[in-house]
């Protein structure tokens, strides 16, 4: 049962993106930040959401930059989760975004990246995440901060007639703020 009124966005679009490469380790973690264009989409959907109690984001600077954009509208707290990030890409750090894609194409869901994780350890731990927050807070009201993949998988687990082909084509790359269904 749900607690808690939960919220997800994906961090707004980060100098990695305009690269078209992904960075995904922990010590890499602080290379890439929000673009210009990012803290400007972050901010104008923050401007619509002030009354936040907590905001959980995941430890990546450009999740950080955006969860403390939402945190100074909603003058709320910003707590960091290892939990939230980014899927493991291993030996395909830092190259292109094309070529993770090809790899996750031709193998599936449930291969690990050389060196990395699956997509379903992904989907695994963003579950996990989900369960220990419900349980941790009661009756709050919730952001979740965090990368493409997560954001994908927690609405999938939470709303059971999601539509993933949808969401891959409208919502992935918006950046919108959207409300997490009760399942």
């Known amino acids: 049962m749900i607690q808690n009124i939960f919220f997800i966005v994906r ?3 980060s100098e990695n993106n305009l690269l078209g490469i992904e960075s995904t380790l922990l010590q890499n973690k602080d290379q890439f930040g929000l673009s210009e264009n ?4 972050t901010e104008i959907e923050a401007k619509k959401f002030k009354d936040f109690d907590i905001i959980i984001s995941s430890p990546f600077r450009r999740a950080k930059e955006t969860a403390f954009i939402f945190a100074q509208h909603s003058k709320c ?3 960091e989760d290892n939990l939230l990030c980014e899927v493991c890409v291993g030996n395909f750090e830092l190259q292109k975004c094309k070529k993770i894609d090809s790899f996750s194409e031709k193998y599936g869901e449930e291969a690990s990246f050389p060196n990395g994780e699956s997509l379903l350890d992904v989907k695994n ?3 996990k995440f989900f369960e220990q927050i419900n349980q ?3 009756n709050k009201k919730i952001l979740i901060v965090t990368h493409g ?11 059971k ?8 084509k409208e919502y992935y790359g918006a950046r919108k703020v959207r409300e997490l269904k009760r399942p």
Request: proline share 0%; aromatic share 18%.
């Open 11 to 13: 961090h707004g679009e």
């Open 149 to 159: 993949w997560l954001v994908l998988y927690l609405i999938e687990y939470t709303d």
């Open 38 to 41: 990012g803290k400007k989409q």
């Open 77 to 79: 707290k910003v707590i």
């Open 125 to 127: 731990r963003a579950i």
């Open 161 to 168: 007639g999601f539509n993933r082909e949808k969401y891959l």
């Open 136 to 138: 941790t807070y009661k």
